[in-house]
């Protein structure tokens, strides 16, 4: 079955300042990559994925990359702000409603006004 | 986000005791899933369904048994509680097409004294 490692655990950064996260994942059959976040006490909620027949993907401040080669993914969030202070997690999956996601462990950002 | 409940939102049992949570969806979605969360374990699935009575286990599924009735209706069920069962139980749903995008219930906080 896939395998998602998340890097780091903890990130603190002040803000104004890029935050990167990053994702590695076992099967090479996976091609569907979502991030999710969670805000302290909120339920997880979709804020990007990419799918792997493209390598970069945008939506403002935040980008998602992803190395097929290599098996990895990257969120970065670029001029940090106080609200995006929540837990990130990273899954892979094959795309398609039947195949389940697989979680990474989450990333806690912490962004220091 | 109103259109996946859990209940109840809180809880605390005793050891030994059964305990019942209730996910329910106005979204029509075909994919539910039960989720534990615990720090430094991420989202771990517990069971899921791909259709009405139709279900299977994931990767914690021990002492955890679940049934689905109706297509918005998914019930988790704890058999016997055991204090290693406290934790946050998330729902989520999917629609089943061509998209693996999850969306999550608000969270159930169960302790198990």
């Known amino acids: 079955g896939e395998n998602v490692e998340q890097h780091p655990s903890t990130l603190s950064v002040q803000e104004g300042d890029s935050a990167v996260i990053k994702c590695t994942y076992s099967?090479?059959?996976?091609?569907?990559f979502p991030w999710y976040k969670q805000e302290l006490g909120k339920r997880p909620q979709l804020i990007i994925d990419?799918?792997?027949?493209?390598g970069e993907k945008k939506d403002q401040r935040i980008a998602v990359t992803l190395n097929k080669t290599a098996k990895h993914f990257s969120l970065h969030i670029t001029e940090t702000q106080p609200e995006d202070s929540a837990v990130y997690f990273c899954?892979?999956?094959?795309?398609?409603?039947?195949?389940?996601?697989?979680f990474g462990r989450g990333t806690s950002l912490i962004v220091h006004p | 986000d109103a259109g996946i409940t859990q209940s109840p939102r809180h809880k605390v049992t005793e050891t030994g005791t059964p305990v019942t949570l209730r996910c329910h969806q106005t979204?029509?979605?075909?994919?539910m899933y039960w989720y534990r969360q615990d720090p430094g374990h991420g989202l771990r699935l517990i069971h899921y369904?791909?259709?009405?009575?139709?279900?299977d286990k994931g990767e914690v599924s021990d002492g955890y048994s679940v049934s689905r009735s109706k297509t918005e209706d998914f019930l988790l069920t704890l058999e016997s509680a055991t204090s290693s069962q406290t934790s946050v139980y998330f729902c989520?749903?999917?629609?089943?097409?061509?998209?693996?995008?999850?969306?999550f219930g608000p969270g159930t906080r169960l302790t198990v004294l």
């Open positions: 989520a749903t999917s629609p089943g097409l061509a998209t693996n995008e999850q969306f």
């Open positions: 990419i799918r792997s027949n493209v």
């Open positions: 369904s791909y259709g009405v009575k139709d279900t």
């Open positions: 979204e029509n979605h075909r994919y």
């Open positions: 899954a892979a999956s094959r795309q398609g409603g039947s195949y389940i996601p697989t």
């Open positions: 099967d090479s059959a996976s091609n569907y």
